[in-house]
């Protein structure tokens, strides 16, 4: 049982994924409802373009600060850099009373976030020893998903009880700075307790040896047939993943499913969550980490068939959000966690960098086809089914990676 138990690093660790979640759970469920009210286009193309845009933009800057945060005291500098401004544009995104400026303050929020996970999921091979590496990063999801259902009970707690049982958008409103100040706080342990251990040496010319480590970390990707083909993998069954999360509110709306349905159905997503994610990371030990991915995979081309043919109602919606659920957590951490045992440690953030690029642009590809195909189509469930292949395609990449050579992983 010792082992099993966590240190004040991994415990601090784990606190960022608790910390960011609050701002991820709102965003997936609040906030794309209450963007609905602002909009008078079709609130489905324009908030997947504007994550679309919000991924681009990290997944372009994310390898090069990666790089130079592998030098000696700039992880945690970038890390607080990137809390910062998600946190400030958080607070600000009860501002705006109009479309178009609400979009811009939540793509510069969706930064923040995205670009701070980077530097956090590098942590890991800080805080914690690589055969924890699944285990630690399950308990972070697991942990996050939990957490994050405080924060939404308060913020519930204001845009109905300001609205006499009536989503308020007052409520709403003062609801973003909780959730801010919820990221903020919870963000103190990992800046006090984890330290960069696993990093390069200061030198001169930092910023062009960064462009040109660059150059050199694609070099050994390609080289290295195992990490090359997950990435590959990785890239095609995340894009899934990612726009799920991200569509499924403004989905459910879409199809005419009350705020009230779709908020309780997203919270049982998280309960069921938590213990899914801590499964997936012990039956990793055992069965192997790489095999349990390719079951959350098979799983997750399953579930994206059972929505393109069969959601048409509030209880289809149930299940779909329960069997998510099952799955959701497992699929993110034990990437992440895989991914980690395959790099260099001193070089992580340039590589998880990378990992960024790969997750980052399949999220563009994923948002950008179901609201494309949404639009073209007229609808939404075609625009699931379009991102159906994109599953398939990464588990064939998963099946072609050479076997490991520990069973563990």
């Known amino acids: 049982m010792a082992g099993n138990r966590m240190d004040v690093k991994e415990r601090s660790w784990v606190m960022y994924d608790v910390a960011n979640s609050a701002f991820v759970m709102f965003s997936t469920t609040v906030v794309p409802i209450y963007f609905t009210g602002l ?30 945060a592998d030098y000696r ?13 998600g946190v400030v544009a958080c607070a600000a995104l009860g501002i705006p009373t109009e479309a178009l400026p609400f979009l811009i303050i939540y793509i510069i929020a969706a930064i923040g976030l995205n670009s701070s996970t980077v530097f956090y999921d590098a942590f890991l091979v800080d805080a914690t020893k690589s055969e924890k590496y699944d285990s630690v990063s399950a308990k972070g999801y697991a942990w996050g998903y939990v957490g994050s259902l405080i924060p939404f009970a ?20 003062l609801s973003f700075p909780v959730v801010a100040i919820w990221w903020a706080v919870f963000t103190i342990p990992l800046v006090r307790n984890v330290h960069q251990v696993n990093c390069k040496d200061k030198e001169e010319h930092a910023l062009r040896k960064s462009f ?48 009230m349905q779709l908020i309780a159905a997203l919270v049982v997503t998280q309960l069921v969550a938590f213990p899914a994610a801590l499964t997936f990371g012990k039956l990793a030990k055992t069965v192997g980490t790489r095999k349990m991915l390719i079951v959350g995979v098979i799983a997750y081309t399953l579930i994206t068939l059972y929505a393109a043919f069969f959601l048409v109602s509030e209880v289809e919606f149930w299940v779909l959000a329960i069997c998510v659920g099952l799955f959701q957590g497992g699929i993110q951490a034990l990437s992440r966690s895989y991914f980690g045992s395959l790099i260099p440690k001193n070089n992580a953030n340039e590589y998880f960098g990378f990992f960024d690029i790969f997750g980052k ?12 195909f949404t639009l073209l189509t007229g609808n939404a469930n075609l625009g699931i089914l379009s991102i159906t292949g994109l599953f398939i395609v990464g588990l064939v990449f998963l099946l072609l990676m050479p076997k490991d050579e520990d069973p563990e992983r």
């Open 73 to 85: 005291g700039n992880k945690k500098k970038f890390l607080i850099g990137s809390v910062g401004t």
């Open 212 to 259: 040109i480590g660059l150059g050199h970390t694609v070099k050994m990707i390609v080289k290295n047939k195992k990490l090359l083909l997950f990435m590959i993998a990785f890239f095609f069954y995340i894009d899934g993943v990612h726009t799920i999360i991200k569509m499924a509110t403004v989905f459910g709306t879409d199809l005419g499913i009350d705020s």
């Open 154 to 173: 308060l913020c519930l707690g204001l845009i109905y009880g300001l609205g006499d049982g009536q989503a308020s958008a007052l409520g709403t409103q």
């Open 361 to 372: 642009y399949a999220a563009v590809l994923g948002t950008a086809l179901m609201s494309g």
């Open 39 to 68: 909009t008078t286009g079709s609130a489905v193309v324009e908030w997947g373009f504007a994550e679309t845009i919000a991924a681009l933009i990290v997944a372009v800057l994310m390898p090069f600060l990666g790089s130079l």
